[in-house]
């Protein structure tokens, strides 16, 4: 490939969008999850009394359903981006080699 085409490929306005929102939205997820991994820790170090409260019988604790809704909610965001990249984001890319398959 010569230096033409990655020019083409820059300067495509769907390139453009693409990498953009992309990225956005790949920062926006990484921050949530980054938010509430770190208030897990958090919570853990400075008021581990919120978490260790026993649910029930008292063998589980808050913790133990907090801990398992932060794995969710990485299943879930994965998902989530899964979801934007093959409609979105394919849709960009697919733009942008259509345009350079017409030159």
């Not at 920062?27 to 409260?53: E, H, N």
């Not at 794995?71 to 990249?85: D, E, M, P, S």
Request: charged residues 15%; proline residues 3%.
């Amino acid at each position: 490939m010569n230096h033409t085409v990655y020019e083409k490929i820059r300067n495509n306005p769907s390139f453009s969008q693409l990498t953009h929102s992309r990225s956005r939205f790949g920062w926006g997820l990484s921050l949530v999850l980054l938010l509430v991994y770190f208030g897990f820790i958090a919570t853990l170090a400075f008021a581990p009394q919120y978490l260790s409260k026993p649910i029930g019988s008292g063998f589980l604790s808050v913790g133990i359903f907090a801990g398992i809704g932060i794995i969710l909610l990485c299943f879930f965001l994965t998902g989530l981006y899964v979801h934007k990249a093959n409609g979105e984001f394919d849709t960009l890319s697919d733009s942008v080699y259509d345009a350079l398959r017409e030159d």
